[in-house]
T-cell receptor, first 113, second 116 residues
Framework: GNSVTQMEGPVTLSEEAFLTINCTYT??????LFWYVQYPGEGLQLLLK?????DKGSNKGFEATYRKETTSFHLEKGSVQVSDSAVYFC????????????FGTGTQLKVEL | DSGVTQTPKHLITATGQRVTLRCSPR?????VYWYQQSLDQGLQFLIQ???????AKGNILERFSAQQFPDLHSELNLSSLELGDSALYFC???????????????FGPGTRLLVL
């Protein structure tokens, strides 16, 4: 079945540091890939997505490229802010008829001044 | 604000009891999904409805059931509750099925269930 593997957290960075959160996946067919963010006490918000190989999703300074050859969708940001502190989830969508999402375990990011 | 609403926000109940969680999708969305977020299992897909019909089923216990009504709101019923059912339950919605796996799911704020 489908699966998503994310790097373990928590990740602690200083403000303005470069961020990478690794995500690799196993899936049949051609899933779409997503990054969702969960701020403390809130629900999940879509951060970005990519629907086919080599697509780059981007939003709020975050980027991720759908790499089919390495089955990866790593999240990057050039300069993080304290307000980026949250839990980040990588997910893929099912291609078997329904559209269920399979999530990674989440990576907690803490950005300090 | 995603446009997906869930009630109640918090729910505290006892083992053996039954509760109902309610979700209203974004205006115009036909698909509704339920997910469970727990510390030990992470985020897991439970069930999907599309325009009133069950579309896909995930790791949903037999004690749990759901339905989607003609006005497209959905309810998740949890019965014979156990301590291990304590979790955050999310509802999400998407436009429909035509977009397939490319569709974005929009999540509600969740219902936090505590079973004592």
């Amino acid at each position: 079945g489908n699966s998503v593997t994310q790097m373990e957290g928590p990740v602690t960075l200083s403000e303005e540091a470069f961020l990478t959160i690794n995500c690799t996946y196993t899936a049949t067919g051609y899933p779409s890939l997503f990054w969702y963010v969960q701020y403390p006490g809130e629900g999940l918000q879509l951060l970005l997505k990519a629907t086919k190989a080599d697509d780059k999703g981007s939003n709020k300074g975050f980027e991720a490229t759908y790499r089919k050859e390495t089955t990866s969708f790593h999240l990057e940001k050039g300069s993080v802010q304290v307000s980026d502190s949250a839990v980040y989830f990588c997910a893929l969508s099912d291609t078997g008829g329904g559209n269920k999402l399979t999530f990674g375990t989440g990576t907690q990011l803490k950005v300090e001044l | 604000d995603s446009g997906v609403t869930q009630t109640p926000k918090h729910l505290i109940t006892a083992t053996g009891q039954r509760v109902t969680l309610r979700c209203s999708p974004r205006s115009g969305d036909l698909s509704v999904y339920w997910y469970q977020q727990s510390l030990d299992q992470g985020l897991q897909f439970l069930i999907q409805y599309y325009n009133g019909e069950e579309r896909a089923k995930g790791n949903i216990l037999e004690r749990f059931s759901a339905q989607q009504f003609p006005d497209l709101h959905s309810e998740l019923n949890l019965s014979s509750l156990e301590l291990g059912d304590s979790a955050l339950y999310f509802c999400a919605s998407s436009v429909g099925l035509a977009g397939g796996p490319r569709e974005t799911q929009y999540f509600g704020p969740g219902t936090r269930l505590l079973v004592l």
